[in-house]
């Protein structure tokens, strides 16, 4: 009588946990240190094929950020780690969900650091992930991979990493794994939310400061209620990567600045600032000032310990943003009587004539205009952030992603990810990518994973060629004759039709909005190379 038993593996008993968490979409550049874990991969999983690993985590990032879920990367052993570190701090930063994997050598020869080998493997993606491990036995794959899932998910959530070795796959092993469940949201302490409550109330001029970590939380609502209730002015955090608050508001007034002069100028006449899922404070440029204007206060309130103890000012309350701004409301007194803020009012600076080439400034005004209801944007245009805040404001939960780490590369795979994720979701709207020419040149092989996958994707390349916003660094830190600042023939059509996508390039706004139409209307990504003047930017 024959055996039936089917053998049971590291690698079967790996995957069916991975099925029962809804990690069946793996997201990766496969090497040879990885194709033991790939190997007989299911027909119920999907594999997200990224050109590059800096691209592959940065497609994970969007996927995970838009269907709020956590994401599996599987990089090539030490060198396909050390390609994805830019856009691991980017999700880092962002608090995206990701469990990164990578392949170890096989451990008969680890001990005398062969080919592909990484000898500090648990070291080497620190500080920039919560947690880094190798399991010490086959047996423990597949606990290490639930611990992950568990850490990635839980506040603050954030990338973890696994070095796995290549023979750990094959290795007999019972199931099923242990599978368990972990919280994802805590609630703040009762006694100090009620003090923060009695602050506020007593304040004659308060501010709010919503943070990126709002949206997160899936607390827009609970934002929107609290000022209203306390008719305080609203304003956007420093560099925020995602929009939190309705932009359109009549108690909004933008963005609150990036530094120190600009932060404290901004927040005078106000008695006390609320920061909800922020830091304290975002900084990029140093430009002299105090942190806070002479008898203003602050409160913050944050889900990440880490964020509530770098603030270098004010008390920090721990909880989730959207329960706690819930609570708050409740508790604090109806502010009708103070004086509201100005309705906020943009300079919109267009010129009586069309420019030639057009200014940033023409372009989002354009665009603003071709907007389709409901549409999802992504902006790495990082010398056009004013414009982007002046014209294109942020009207609806989840519908802005911008980089949070400061370095790009990321905005063009995570445009990917985000359409990826939505099309995973059911959620059939459009996707919008503004990307600076400098930035599309980081990670432009995720053009290829758009055609590939068909995703309906508008880009629009700004070509000023140079990298505008270093320039404006530059003036501000008086340090003239900086070289490799211009970006001299660059065609990027040309690049974006070799790796599958519809491409144009316009040089008016009838030709801008012809093409755009077209391409919101396309079954796949177009990428729309728009020359513009370089913009100086004000920092």
Known sequence: ??????????????????RSLGLTTVFGNPGSTEQTFLSDFPDDFTYVL???EASAIGIADGFAQSTGRPALVNLHSVAGLGNSMGNMVAANKGHT???????QQHREMVIGDPYLSNPDATNMPRPWVKWSYEPARAEDVPEAFMRAYAMALQPPAGPVYLSIPLDDWDRPLEGPAIRRSVSSTFAPDPARLRHFADRISASQHPALIIGPDVDRAHGWQAAVALAEKLNAAVFSAPLSDRGSFPEDHRLYQGPVGMSYAEISGRLAGHDLVVVVGAEVFRYYPFVAG???????????????????????????LLGDARMTMESLTELVADGSDRTPPATLSWPHKLPAKESSPLTPDEV??????LRPPHAVILNESTSTMAQHAEWLPTIEPESYYGTPSGGIGWGLPATVGVALGLRDSGDDRPVIGLIGDGSFHYSIQSLWTAAQHNLPIVFVAMRNGEYSILKSFAELEH???????????????AEAHGLGCGAAEVETIAELEQEFRTALAADGPTVIVVRTQPQKTTL
Request: charged fraction near 15%; glycine fraction near 10%; avoid cysteine.
């Open 364 to 369: 989002y005004a354009a665009l603003s205009r």
């Open 50 to 52: 990224a050109l590059q």
């Open 97 to 103: 969900p990701l469990i990164v994997t990578s392949g």
């Open 1 to 18: 009588m024959g055996d039936n038993h089917v053998k049971t593996t590291v690698h079967n008993v790996t995957y069916d946990l991975l």
């Open 290 to 316: 105090d942190i806070l204007p002479h008898g203003t206060d602050l409160l913050q309130i944050t889900h990440d310990p880490m964020q509530a103890g770098a603030a270098r000012v004010g008390d920090s």
């Open 479 to 493: 340090t003239p004759g900086v070289p490799g600042m211009d970006l001299p023939d660059l065609d990027i059509a």
